[in-house]
């Protein structure tokens, strides 16, 4: 086996978007999955992809959701892959005054930015999605946002990857990282050893344990986020749905109010808001989630949080009261702990690379974020983009 030009570790949609792109540059690609693709978060989420247009001044957040809008769209209409994409539009509930105040500013200053966003009333909502709460004071309608299955379109990454020549290498499981003085890297596995001229890390929750093996400290944390799912019905929600609930609650309690991640639902075991995103998938399950909390590598679904979060779904979109859970089911998302990514460079090392702390959106921002560190890598000049995301500025080395 040839050894790689670039090796990525990790098989989500931000390691196999990565493989990819770097494929399409006629790059030679190695990439290791511990398990098999999509089999932690990138498999576990619930597909929302949160576009709202390029807005007059793009930044860091406008390249990532619109970049992977588009990619996502060449990838099943040019490419020919089944994503089970569609642009469905996404309705976020408001729920009281004091969210109808603070979305409706919201609103105002977005669309003065050159944002597709609108504040409808309930009766306006209803005619896009019939089963919202009529009662509610209104709905914030963001028409670009777009869902997918994000099994399928993680896997679909790797397969046009593999098309390409890149090797995807499942049940790899990294146990040793070494930079060579050569600038190169010594990369462990099980299986064998390998060696790459340059190396992305690209593994999510996991990327602060694979740093340690270089002597670096990477502040990533993992955030359980969790999900639940009624049996398969007819169709009967059409959009992603969302809450303001959490969007003022974060907005009032800024980063600094503890030591952690921003846009928390829990310090600890005390909760301190409800957050809420859902859609219907294409085989008819209601999917719901919302949870964010710091417990670890625990993945296991807390039951009491779920019931908050089906109460929560209920009160927007009042049908689920009589759907049972059919299952379960929790994740593992990668939180920094001033809420921005980590893409680019790392600082005093040769030719390593990371693309994490995408948070609860990695399925959304994932794409673009593996096609911003590809270009990177192939041209050897950090996009202009990227300069918000420097991991300069949060990565550093271990005594």
Known sequence: MAEPDVLVVGGGIAGVSTAYHLATLAHNVTLLERGEIASEASGANAGSIGAQGWGQLPDLQAYLTMGSLEILKTLQLDLGFDLEFRMSGSLQAVQNEAQYEFIQDRVHTQRSRGFQVELLTAREARAIEPGLNPK?????????????????????????????????????????????????????????????????????????????????????????????????????????????????????????????????????????????????????????????????????????????????????????????????????????????????????????YIVSGLASSGFGRGPMAGKLIADYIHTGHMPHVLAESDPARCITQLE
């Open 136 to 352: 509610l004071p209104g709905y914030m309608y963001s028409p670009m946002r777009a869902q997918a299955n994000p099994v399928k379109t993680t896997r679909s990454f790797a397969a046009a990857a593999e098309r390409l020549g890149t090797r995807i290498l499942t049940n790899h499981e990294v146990v040793s990282l070494e930079h060579i003085p050569n600038g190169s890297y010594r990369i462990t596995t099980p299986q064998r050893e390998f060696n790459a001229g340059k190396l992305v890390l690209a593994a999510g929750a996991w990327c602060s344990p694979l740093g340690k093996m270089l002597g670096l400290g990477i502040p990533v944390v993992p955030v359980r986020g969790q999900m639940w799912a009624t049996e398969a019905v007819p169709p009967r929600v059409y959009a992603t749905i969302s809450s303001s609930e959490s969007t003022l609650d974060w907005n009032l309690h800024q980063v600094g109010q503890h030591d952690g991640p921003p846009d928390l639902t829990h310090l600890g075991q005390k909760r301190l808001t409800r957050h809420l995103y859902g859609r219907q998938t294409r085989d008819g399950q209601i999917i719901f989630g919302g949870d964010r909390q710091v417990m670890g590598y625990n993945k296991t679904p807390d039951a009491t949080g779920i019931e908050v979060n089906r109460g929560h779904a209920a009160e927007v979109l009042p049908m689920l009261r009589d759907m049972p859970i059919s299952r379960t089911w929790a994740g593992l998302m990668p939180f920094t702990m001033d809420g921005s990514p980590v893409i680019g460079m790392v600082p005093g090392m040769d030719n390593l």
